[in-house]
């Protein structure tokens, strides 16, 4: 039967009522502020590397589209509604004319305001469901889910797609960011790559023995703590 309802989660996720803002704990204090006029620097292995105005990106067509988040440590939010710009879209008729990326280029390093950063593979962060969103439920996006601007790769998990971007890093090699050499370089959900080495499986229980903790941090820091950018550490 069609309908998202009726789909079987991914491997080894569980829903999630609410929709919190998470990470890892060291981040959970760190809630950024947009600037007036937000941008992105590109960077890495280009010929120019320059800096975009997110309002250089308002001539591309906009996109709405309601997909699930699955964060590696065995949640799933299903059925967000987020807005914004194809990522395919930002990098055919923006980045890449701009910042004229070496012809090898692989990888697109993504980087947050706060000090996080991961890497997908350029063809995964080019899918047809890869944005660069601004909106979510129909409004901007608030500081909680990553404002100015996330990525939102629905087929990765939730650590590709890095909130309050601040830079995008076009690259030869993989830069595995934040999380060193236990991040996989795709992290693709369907085929539970949640880290390098060992089965999927071994990390599902791993992961989920420190997600309530982590909750917590997440939920006391949202309401109080907060440090807001620039990045520390
Ligand atoms: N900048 C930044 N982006 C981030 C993180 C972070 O700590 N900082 N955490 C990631 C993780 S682990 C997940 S599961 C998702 C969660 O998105 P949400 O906070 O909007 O629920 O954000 C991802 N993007
Ligand atoms: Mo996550």
Do not use: N
């Not at 803002?21 to 760190?30: H, I, N, Q, V």
């Not at 499986?201 to 109080?224: D, E, K, Q």
Request: hydrophobic residues 40%; proline residues 10%; aromatic residues 10%.
């Amino acid at each position: 039967m069609e309908g998202r309802v009726e789909r079987a989660l991914p491997p080894g996720q569980r829903v999630k009522a609410d929709f919190p803002r998470y990470g890892l704990p060291s981040f959970a204090p760190r809630w950024p502020t947009p600037g007036t006029d937000p941008r992105l620097q590109v960077v890495g292995d280009v010929a120019s590397p320059c800096e975009i105005r997110l309002s250089d990106l308002a001539p591309l067509p906009r996109r709405e589209q309601v997909s699930d988040l699955h964060c590696v440590a065995t949640w799933s939010r299903l059925e967000i509604r987020w807005g914004g710009y194809r990522i395919r879209d930002v990098y055919e008729s923006v980045i890449a004319p701009r910042a004229k990326p070496h012809p090898e280029v692989r990888y697109v390093w993504l980087k947050g305001a706060d000090g996080f950063s991961a890497s997908l593979l350029l063809e995964d962060a080019l899918a047809d469901d890869a944005l660069l969103a601004d909106a979510l439920d129909g409004k901007p996006l608030a500081p909680e889910h990553g404002a100015p601007v996330r990525m939102v790769a629905p087929a990765h998990y939730g650590y590709k797609s890095v909130r309050h971007l601040c830079a995008i890093g076009l690259y030869r090699e993989l830069r595995p960011g934040y999380g060193g050499p236990l991040v996989h370089a795709r992290g693709r959900v369907e085929w539970e790559e949640r880290s390098r080495y060992l089965p999927g499986v071994f990390y599902r229980y791993l992961y989920r023995a420190v997600l309530p903790f982590t909750l917590w941090l997440h939920r006391r820091l949202g309401a109080a703590g907060r440090i807001a950018g620039p990045e520390r550490g």
